[in-house]
């Protein structure tokens, strides 16, 4: 029997894949746990219709991660800190803090997404890469400058 699982099985498939499975293990735990459904011709058309639209979805979220990270690569941003003798920060910088400079400028980045290598710590020039999509990553400039 052909079924549409509605959630993740284990050891069968992950949801809304289309399996074929014995008749008694459709009947006595599949369908009435409510974990699949019987794959009638409708359905299969619904679910590949579905998949169509999550795939355009998906190639749009890429596109404009694309342009997001044209207008952002190579970028410089200033981040005004406390600094004690010899450039060390008084604490250091942060995603977050990255975000809020961002932010200010207009261009709205989720702080997860911002990946510091090591702890900015010290005044100076610091890499930053930011991961916008799976495929889609920009570099910025973060200048630590002292606060006056």
Same mark, same amino acid.
């Given at each position: 029997?052909? /079924?549409?699982?509605?959630?993740d099985?284990?050891?069968?498939?992950?949801? #809304? *894949?289309?399996? $074929?499975? &014995?008749?008694?293990? %459709?009947?006595?735990?599949?369908?009435?746990? +409510?974990?699949?459904? !019987?794959?009638? %011709?409708?359905?299969i058309?619904?679910?590949?219709?579905?998949?169509?639209?999550?795939?355009?979805?998906?190639?749009? !979220?890429?596109?404009? %991660?694309?342009e997001?990270?044209? &207008?952002? #690569?190579?970028?410089?941003f200033?981040?005004?800190?406390?600094?004690? *003798?010899? +450039?060390?920060?008084? =604490?250091?910088?942060?995603?977050? #803090?990255?975000?809020?400079?961002?932010?200010?400028?207009?261009?709205?980045?989720d702080?997860?997404?911002?990946e510091? =290598? !090591?702890?900015?710590?010290?005044l100076?020039?610091?890499?930053?890469e930011?991961?916008?999509? &799976?495929?889609?990553?920009? &570099?910025?400039?973060? /200048?630590? $400058?002292?606060? *006056?």
């Open positions: 029997m052909k /079924v549409i699982l509605q959630q099985v284990p050891k069968l498939g992950q949801k #809304d *894949e289309v399996k $074929e499975v &014995s008749d008694g293990y %459709a009947r006595n735990y599949l369908l009435p746990r +409510g974990l699949a459904v !019987e794959a009638s %011709a409708g359905r058309q619904e679910l590949e219709r579905l998949e169509t639209k999550k795939s355009r979805q998906k190639e749009k !979220e890429r596109e404009a %991660a694309a997001l990270a044209s &207008s952002l #690569d190579g970028k410089e200033t981040i005004i800190a406390k600094a004690g *003798e010899g +450039g060390r920060l008084f =604490g250091s910088v942060t995603t977050a #803090d990255v975000a809020k400079v961002l932010q200010k400028e207009g261009l709205k980045v702080r997860k997404k911002i510091i =290598g !090591e702890p900015i710590k010290t100076g020039r610091h890499a930053v930011i991961r916008l999509h &799976s495929q889609v990553s920009a &570099s910025i400039v973060i /200048v630590v $400058e002292q606060k *006056e």
